[in-house]
């Protein structure tokens, strides 16, 4: 007796949009509580920031907001749409300057200037994961500030999903973004180092 073997078909994924997330906030089915990033289809969890983390994030905000004034909007966590599918939170961007500070229409790519992630524990995601993204939609530079080697990773003419150019920049030595090229920041200003509290 021939037996028959039955395959199931693979299972498919669907994708949420960047409408349909909005959407399911609205409606309530999501918390405001809760810190997500929908990232090609996917609801991503965001790690809870611990004080180092949420210091440097801060850090950055202070210097970015101090040395650009009215010549950019920094926003700090807050969304960027990427096509239909993605809406990341990097941790700081730097986006063309608009009066209205993007209230009416969050920002897409085509307004980034630069995206800086903070990655500690994150550093992996932030480079197989998000650094791919970033790339995938033309965001012009990027920086990861690797906590754990105290360096900054900076890559730059995105091509396909990957940067075709990448250097590393330590404590000892200036950086300026491509947007603001006479606009130096001392790498050592970016890291701060922890003091103990009497």
């Known amino acids: 007796m ?18 349909e997330f909005a959407a399911m906030y609205q409606a ?5 509580d809760e810190h997500l990033e929908l990232i090609n289809g996917e609801l991503i969890t965001m790690a809870a920031m611990d004080a180092p983390h949420a210091s440097h994030v801060a850090r950055l905000s202070r210097l970015f907001i101090e040395s650009l004034s009215k010549k950019a909007v920094i926003y700090t966590q807050l969304p960027i749409v990427l096509g239909e599918y993605s809406e990341p939170e990097p941790d700081v961007a730097v986006l063309r300057w608009r009066e209205d500070d993007y209230c009416s229409g969050k920002p897409t790519a085509k307004d980034v200037l630069l995206v800086v992630e903070v990655a500690d524990r994150s550093l992996l995601y932030d480079r197989e994961t998000k650094l791919p993204l970033y790339a995938q939609y033309g965001i012009t530079e990027v920086w990861i500030l690797n906590l754990q080697a105290k360096q900054v990773e900076v890559y730059r003419n995105p091509q396909g999903s990957a940067y075709q150019e990448k250097q590393i ?10 947007a603001f090229p006479d606009l130096q920041f001392p790498v050592s200003e970016m890291f701060i180092v922890p003091k103990e509290h009497k």
């Open 2 to 19: 021939e037996t028959t073997q039955v395959i199931a078909p693979p299972a498919e994924r669907r994708r949420i949009t960047v409408a």
């Open 28 to 32: 309530g089915i999501l918390s405001e």
């Open 169 to 178: 920049f330590k404590p000892s030595d200036d950086l300026a973004m491509q």
